[in-house]
């Protein structure tokens, strides 16, 4: 059986959540735990999230947000990516927050609302250049008019506006300023209308980090409360943010082999001399992506070591060198203090942070560090 240990330190997101609300002063803070939590555990993640001051958490399923619900959260949750098919009623009954980026799903809210399940609470999701979530610009109009006629007759409340930006991870981008502009055409028009939006948010972990001018009412960090902020920090520190996350293994065995001999599946690697091999025993069944062969590196007694060859479903080997101190039972590390970071996975495999934790992290228990 293959053995891969993911664990969370929960009191690093708490801190982290801590430390990027002091870096957005004049807004509250959603804690992004969509995709349980980016693979660190949602309710744990949640609950560490409430612990550091997130006056909300968002999660993009409405499944994960009745999951926050039965998991004891009482505070504000937003959910965000549903069709018009959403069960409403079960979203309002719960008092959590709605968005709604069309007129079809607007009705399916309206509709619950009447039903009798509760006054909804909406926030407006509008596309300011993403080209992804939420209603054109072209079309707002209709939306706005559509949610006034439905607070007015008490079924809904308008408490707040949201967009999604492209290009955050390169703060100086022209789409980010673009999108900003239209992001304030948005509200205006809405206040025109006589919408009272209280929580005007556009901003993920990105903009958190470097446009203050862009924190409205309300940030939306997710990849920055589990410490892998997606912009370098000038000062080279992180930005005081913790990596959450650890992934290791051990080693099933370490043995001798002569130079010349093939490693693994196809012979990809092949020993360069006499050497020792350690076979590891995690696979791509546990997160470690296949294509990590030949280029990833994990570490053993503090000692970095390229993944040789390539990665198979429970195990795969590392080339120790001809004289090691590494034994059977050694803890591996493949991320965590001392060893790779997930930015580093990502960097070999040519991925983002993002999935090398959701992937980890969703293929496997937690454990609390
Ligand atoms: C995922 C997501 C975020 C968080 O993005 P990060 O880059 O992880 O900070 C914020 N808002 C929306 C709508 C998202 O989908």
């Known amino acids: 059986m293959s053995m891969l240990k993911v664990s969370v330190d929960y009191d690093a997101i708490a801190g982290n959540v801590a430390t990027l609300r002091a870096l957005a002063p004049t807004a509250k803070l959603m804690a992004v735990v969509k995709a349980d939590a980016y693979g660190h555990g949602l309710l744990p993640s949640a609950r560490a999230a409430r612990r550091g001051g997130a006056e909300f958490l968002g999660v993009a399923q409405p499944s994960e947000a009745i999951a926050l619900r039965d998991g004891g959260d009482e505070g504000r949750v937003l959910t965000w990516l549903y069709g018009p098919e959403v069960h409403a009623a079960d979203l309002l009954s719960r008092d959590i927050d709605v968005s709604a980026g069309s007129l079809e799903v607007l009705s399916a809210i309206v509709k619950a609302a009447r039903a009798g399940h509760g006054t909804a609470t909406v926030h407006l999701c509008v596309d300011t250049g993403l080209g992804r979530e939420g209603v054109p610009m072209a079309n707002l109009d209709a939306l706005l008019t559509a949610a006034s006629a439905a607070q007015d007759e008490g079924l809904i409340k308008v408490v707040g506006m949201w967009s999604h930006l492209a290009w955050a991870d390169q703060p100086g981008h022209p789409t980010v300023d673009a999108q900003a502009e239209n992001f304030h ?185």
């Open 185 to 369: 055409t948005a509200l205006a028009t809405a206040e025109a209308r006589g919408l009272d939006i209280e929580l005007a948010h556009l901003g993920n972990s990105a903009c958190t980090l470097t446009r203050p001018d862009l924190h409205f009412d309300m940030v939306r960090p997710g990849i920055a409360i589990y410490g892998l902020p997606p912009v370098e920090d000038p000062e080279g520190d992180n930005f005081g943010l913790t990596a959450a996350m650890s992934v290791s293994s051990t080693l099933a065995l370490v043995k001798e082999l002569p130079g010349g001999h093939g490693v693994s599946y196809g012979h990809e690697y092949v020993t360069p001399q006499r050497t020792h091999v350690g076979l590891v025993s995690a696979g791509y069944a546990d997160g470690v992506f296949r294509a990590a062969g030949g280029v990833a590196e994990v570490s053993v007694r503090g000692v970095r070591y390229p993944i040789a060859g390539r990665v198979c479903m429970d195990q795969f080997v590392l080339d120790l060198g001809p004289e090691t101190e590494a034994d059977a039972g050694d803890i591996v590390t493949l991320i965590g203090p001392g060893g790779p970071t997930a930015r580093d996975w990502a960097t070999a495999i040519g991925t983002i942070d993002y999935e090398i934790v959701c992937r980890f992290g969703g293929l496997r228990p937690k454990t609390a560090e």
